[in-house]
């Protein structure tokens, strides 16, 4: 099944040790972590805390109803992940592991790139261990359990989108060979974290980093200003994104096994051989080869975004 995922004799179960002249952010370790960045045991939170993620949950579920792909909404009711409080990893795991041998295992902050895809390849998701205040309610810069656990881990109950993630986290070791991150990273982030998907009863969000926060599900599936078009995946790894504001282009998947099968089947030496080292198009880019779901205005972005207070319609 795993054509043009040619890393033969490529040992997956081995931390990768990227060389030097790969461009990736520098993190610092925290002192009390080892080289896989695993926190020993999962924190204990206040009841504070738990109220928290309480409270976020409800807000999701004001919006997510209609609007979260259908493998998403299972995956949390096969996880039971509203049963109240923050969910514990090890009873995660344990049922993630039945359904698609997926685990959750807890860490600091974010992580270097080549320890996500080592956890990624071995089927283990790393996971923000902290939970964010009641005053950084709405938006946050680094992961926190909320983000990582409701919105990534009900996707990876699905055996297909599981695949993905495995097959993603492989994809690091040659992408490190290319020097090419940013590229994958693209990829990432245009499909784990703001994908679409073409359910039968409409558009629907599969990505990470809307069905976790407050507003852009209604704003990927509704506003006018977004573009929406079908991914492709050599389209995708070219184009530039934003970490700060609202996405100006979603695109769009026609199905899991239609991302599973494009990336697969894709051969990345020959992407990433023909590929500069930066961005080619914008993220606002629509460009003659695209399929368009819908063209967007791009008001929103043309106004300022956020920091100008713009209307995200
Ligand atoms: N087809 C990709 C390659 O040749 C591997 C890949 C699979 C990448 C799935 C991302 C997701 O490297
Ligand atoms: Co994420």
Request: charged content about 25%; glycine content about 10%; cysteine-free.
């Amino acid at each position: 099944m795993e054509t043009g995922l040619d890393l033969t004799g490529q040992a997956f179960e081995r931390l990768p040790d990227p060389s030097s002249e790969v461009f990736t952010a520098p993190l610092k370790r925290p002192p009390h972590v080892g080289e896989d960045w695993l926190e020993p045991a999962q924190r204990v939170y206040g009841a504070d805390e738990h109220a928290v993620w309480d409270d976020l949950f409800a807000r999701q579920m004001e919006v997510l109803p209609g609007r979260a792909a259908s493998a998403f909404l299972a995956g949390l009711d096969k996880l039971d992940l509203g049963r109240g409080g923050v969910p514990e990893f090890a009873r995660l795991s344990r049922d993630l592991g039945r359904l698609t041998g997926w685990s959750v295992v807890p860490v600091p902050m974010l992580i270097p790139d080549h320890v996500f895809f080592w956890h990624l390849a071995n089927r283990r998701f790393p996971a923000g261990n902290f939970i964010r205040t009641r005053a950084a309610f709405d938006y946050i810069e680094e992961p926190d359990v909320f983000h990582d656990v409701f919105g990534h881990v009900p996707m990876l109950a699905d055996p297909t989108y599981a695949d993905y993630m495995q097959a993603y986290g492989r994809a690091g070791w040659k992408a490190m060979r290319y020097n090419r991150l940013k590229a994958l990273g693209a990829l990432y982030w245009y499909t784990v974290e703001f994908g679409l998907i073409e359910e039968a009863g409409g558009l629907r969000a599969y990505g990470a980093g809307i069905l976790s926060g407050p507003s852009e599900a209604v704003f990927a599936l509704e506003a006018r200003s977004p573009n929406r078009i079908y991914l492709n995946v050599d389209r995708v790894m070219r184009t530039d994104y934003v970490i700060d504001d609202l996405q100006p282009t979603y695109f769009v998947i026609e199905s899991l096994a239609d991302l599973y099968h494009q990336t697969v089947e894709r051969d990345f030496d020959r992407l990433y051989r023909g590929l500069g080292p930066g961005f080619t198009y914008a993220n606002t880019a629509v460009i003659d080869i695209d399929n368009v779901h819908s063209r967007g205005t791009l008001e929103y972005h043309l106004r300022g975004g956020r920091k100008s207070g713009a209307r995200p319609v």
